[in-house]
């Protein structure tokens, strides 16, 4: 719900908010110019798509592992003090990747040592991050805040990208040597300094006096308690075997396939890559403003409505491996992210209304998991394919199999059922 003007007023009065929201402005940009010059310094180091894919799953897999022990650290700890911790630990990372860059010092082993390093942190970062909120704000603002968090993170989607692409093809993409990568170097600095001023907005923030504590509960045990429920609801059930396939056939491939195809392409570079990433991040912001504002816009039930939208992303995907010009690129990929942005904003309110309010963790971390544990996977897999298959059919395969998947799940499962009525 869109907070009233005195809400919003009270919002922004609020010191701890103003901390907080400064310090995720500037971390949530730079970690978007991380993004942009990591698989790019790879492959401009190895050309190789399996070293890539080798990159972002040493990011990802501990990433998901571990996310669940982060939560429970967070819990015996605090919020507060487990997200200084990461901060510290990434500005380190980050100061040694630019450091290496920029003085040519980087192997390809020490970048997979430093890159398991950043995905452990992130396992730990996650779910102290998403904590914070309610330690430091009255739960009358935590609606209004969520929203603003929300926006910012999508802004630094769209941003992040063109800034950090400009940046590499102004100051130096390593195309020409190890010399001329002193713009992905640059990048790797402001990430760590972003960090470093995130971590210094984090101590001006004062939590709020801890209420009881809670009895310390058998973490595996009430982890199969979250699974088991999620299994023995048929509509969760099937919505997250749904989701998984998404994850392994369009988002695993297609974090490593748009940064090769810009890279395979004279007229594409850096700067492309980051004008689509950043369409992807502009759509996405406009598709979730839509569905903020109220606009139902539903084909039939939710579930069918979600269908739908993937039957055209997966159609969208297909010519992208067939692009000479970077704006062709910039058109499809904006026109998924207001896809994917607006049935994004629906699917997390019909799980957070579906899951009873004792599971809603466990099921947000399961959600969590299948995007942050196998869309790495599917990255890796999808780098080894790209030996064997032309990045045209790559795309064309991968948009074809979300249609045939989006299809099959209309056909045989009770997804096209999901409603937007609450269920207790």
Not at 265 to 281: D, K, S, T, V, Y
Request: charged fraction near 10%.
């Amino acid at each position: 719900m869109t907070p009233t003007t005195s809400s919003r007023a009270a919002l922004f009065a609020d010191r701890n908010f103003r901390w907080i929201a400064a310090g995720s402005a500037v971390s949530l940009l730079g970690d978007q110019f991380t993004a942009i010059a990591l698989p790019w310094m790879v492959l401009r180091l190895t050309g190789d798509t399996v070293a890539l894919g080798l990159v972002l799953a040493l990011i990802g897999v501990p990433r998901a592992v571990f996310i669940l022990a982060g939560g429970a650290l967070v819990d015996r700890l605090s919020p507060q003090r487990v997200l200084m911790a990461t901060k510290y630990v990434n500005t380190a990372l980050l100061a040694v990747l630019a450091w290496g860059v920029w003085a040519h010092a980087l192997p390809l082993p020490a970048i997979y040592a430093l890159a398991l390093a950043i995905g452990v942190s992130s396992a730990f970062s996650i779910p102290s991050a998403t904590s914070m909120l309610p330690h430091a704000l009255p739960p009358q603002l935590l609606p209004g805040a969520n929203g603003v968090i929300m926006g910012l993170r999508q802004l630094s989607m769209f941003a992040g990208p063109l800034a950090a692409g400009l940046l590499i093809a102004l100051f130096g993409d390593g195309g020409s040597g190890a010399a001329d990568a002193n713009g992905i170097a640059i990048a790797f600095a402001f990430d760590a300094f972003s960090f470093a001023l995130s971590a210094w907005t984090l101590a001006q923030v004062r939590t709020r006096a801890p209420g009881a504590p809670a009895a310390v509960q058998n973490l595996w045990s009430s982890i199969v308690q979250g699974l088991r429920h999620v299994w023995n609801d048929a509509q969760l059930r099937t919505c997250y075997l749904y989701w998984t396939a998404v994850a392994l056939l369009v988002m695993g491939p297609l974090h490593i396939a748009l940064p090769v195809l810009a890279n395979s392409r004279p007229e594409l570079g850096a700067g492309a890559l980051g004008l689509m990433a950043g369409a992807h991040g502009a759509g996405t912001l406009l598709g979730m403003g839509a569905a903020g504002s109220g606009a139902k816009l539903r084909i039939g039930t939710l579930g069918t409505s979600v269908l739908l939208a993937d039957v055209l992303i997966g159609l969208l995907f297909m010519p992208l491996g067939g692009i000479h010009a970077a704006w062709q690129g910039a058109t499809l990929m904006v026109l998924v992210g207001v896809l994917g942005g607006f049935m994004q904003v629906a699917i997390f309110t019909w799980v957070q209304r579906r899951v009873p309010q004792a599971m809603l963790g466990r099921a947000m971390s399961l959600f969590m998991f299948i995007f942050m544990g196998l869309v790495p996977v599917a990255s890796a897999a999808a780098g080894w394919v790209m030996k064997w298959v032309p990045l045209p059919m790559l795309f064309a395969g991968c948009g074809a199999m979300l249609v045939a998947a989006a299809g099959l799940a209309w056909v045989a499962t009770p997804i096209r059922q999901v409603n937007d009525v609450a269920v207790a």
